[in-house]
């Protein structure tokens, strides 16, 4: 007696070689997922401390634009808060000027910073000091 041999095709990808090769993908997508949403938090982190060192810049150049000379006065009145900014990601930015006190002799110098922070929960995004000639009472 002979022993039959059953005629098969061998050729083209078998169920099982699917199966294992969509496993393998699978597995190197989960070991790529940290990595993506890490790099999304880091993206998402960047945008918001630009967007806050932006609005510092901005308050700053609005005490350049008072132009000169200065009066203490007229610097003292921009301390404050300054109006909240909600950017395109719904992020919420309260730019605060504060200003320091009058010099006792002219022509002197005020200190002025600028801090943005997040107005959800009051963390401090960004901050910001100049001092500001001032030659008049």
């Known amino acids: 007696m002979g022993i039959t041999r059953l005629d098969r095709d061998e050729s083209g990808i078998g169920l099982i070689e699917i199966v294992v090769s969509i496993f393998l ?15 999304m938090t880091t993206s998402q982190r960047t945008a918001t ?18 132009g000169a ?4 006065g007229t610097v003292t009145a921009l301390a404050g808060s300054a109006p909240v900014v909600t950017d395109t990601r719904g992020v919420q930015y309260q730019p605060t000027v504060s200003v320091g006190a009058c010099p006792g002799s002219y022509p002197g110098t ?10 959800s929960n009051g963390d401090e995004l960004a901050r910001a000091a100049t001092s500001v000639l001032v030659e008049q009472p």
């Open 25 to 39: 993908l699978g597995l190197l997508a989960i070991s790529a997922l940290p990595l993506i949403i890490n790099g």
């Open 49 to 66: 401390l630009s967007t806050a060192s932006q609005l510092v810049s901005s308050e700053l150049e609005r005490v350049r634009a008072l």
């Open 69 to 72: 000379p200065l009066a203490c």
């Open 110 to 119: 005020i200190a002025v910073s600028v801090r943005v922070t997040d107005a």
